[in-house]
């Protein structure tokens, strides 16, 4: 028997205090106030701004960092990821260079979006050449294990998809241990509050608005997607509805974290603390989705937009498993669910390989195609538009694939 909304709605709700600290939360919503004409290049940081924020957030980091290490200690396993990872980002830089000239210098992009009062509340808007008419958005929350996010990780993605004339907004949010799980579910909601009340300045259709994550990005934002429901369904106030979201894309995620534990602490991501990072083992039923599902009501699961998940079978950082019994408890429920496998792929290949490489990338190809369907006049635009260049040789792809700590 499927439980009441008010049982969902209370293993959503959070704990004011965890591990004996207590967290400070706003207690109201993005406002959604309209800038005045010409106001949107002084929204956008100049140059000069990002080189400020960049300083700021480089001592952030290098303290978290700190921080960082007494968790996670110095040994073997860690020390050959780093290695690896190291390697990894030295074979693929050519493309990183080019598609970080992109992201510092293009007139379409429009970085650090401030959308809340936390440090790392900003957002990257990535728009389209042509915006002569509203344009379809999506709300993108990128993928890090919950400890490296940042919102730059998403450039790629988002110069593919406004190629192709989609506006991406690449929300940032709170990292551990800066901040833990609850921490960053509410950012992502908030950041979502911004793009559904504030797109339509930007040249965005508000009727039109996708949600979408990548790994522990996914995880994040199917969190705040079910949160939502419940707390739409049970008569709460939001920022933002559910309804606003057409489809929500989960790439390569993990949505019963129960499961995922013992898998991560032989990855690497050690017990201690993943359960850091989630609250304490008392909340991991709290932030998984697939569990919210299981016991929410049926005005929820009604709530509740299409949810695409899209995962590589060769996938060894998450399990595409994961994304499998996600879909089937989804259907049990009643709600709307596609799977689509990318055989052999790994857990960045379709995200950032396949990207890198050019020419067909199979994963804007099935995002075009869902947010698409009823646009004749887009899918002959997407149709005529010219093919993506290479970004590194083939020899460099397959090298990293091998050495690749994901």
Known sequence: MRASVEEAGALLARSDSFGGRR???????????????????????????????????????????????????????????????TIYAILLMPGFI?????????SQVRRSIVYGEQPRNR??????????RPCPVVAFVTGGAWIIGYKAWGALLGRRLAERGIIVACIDYRNFPQGTIGDMVNDASQGISFVCNNIANYG???????????????????????????KESGGHPVSWSVTQIKAYFGLS??????SLVDHFHERGLYRSIF????????????YSPEIIAKMSSAETIALLPLIVLMHGTGDYSIPSSASQTFVDVLHQVGAQARLLLYEGKTHTDIFLQDPLRGGRDPLVEDVLSVIHADDAIARQKVALAPTPRRLVFEWQLKLARQISPF
């Open 123 to 132: 957002l990257d808007l990535y728009i389209p050449e042509d915006n002569s």
């Open 253 to 258: 995620g993990g949505y019963n974290i129960h």
């Open 204 to 230: 965005g259709d508000p009727n039109q608005i996708y949600l979408m994550g990548q790994s522990a990005g996914a995880h994040i934002a199917a969190c705040a997607l079910m949160e939502q429901a419940v």
């Open 275 to 286: 359960l850091s990072i989630m609250e304490g083992e008392e909340s991991l039923s709290r």
């Open 23 to 85: 967290r400070h939360r706003s207690a109201s919503p993005v406002q959604s106030a309209s800038p005045r004409p010409g106001s949107l290049r002084r929204q956008s940081s100049s140059f000069r701004e990002d080189v400020g924020h960049a300083a700021s957030e480089t001592y952030l980091v290098s303290r978290l960092t700190f921080t960082l290490l007494q968790y996670l200690g110095i040994g073997y396993r860690w020390m050959s990821q780093l290695l690896a990872l």
């Open 98 to 106: 080019q598609v970080g000239y992109y992201y510092f210098f293009s």
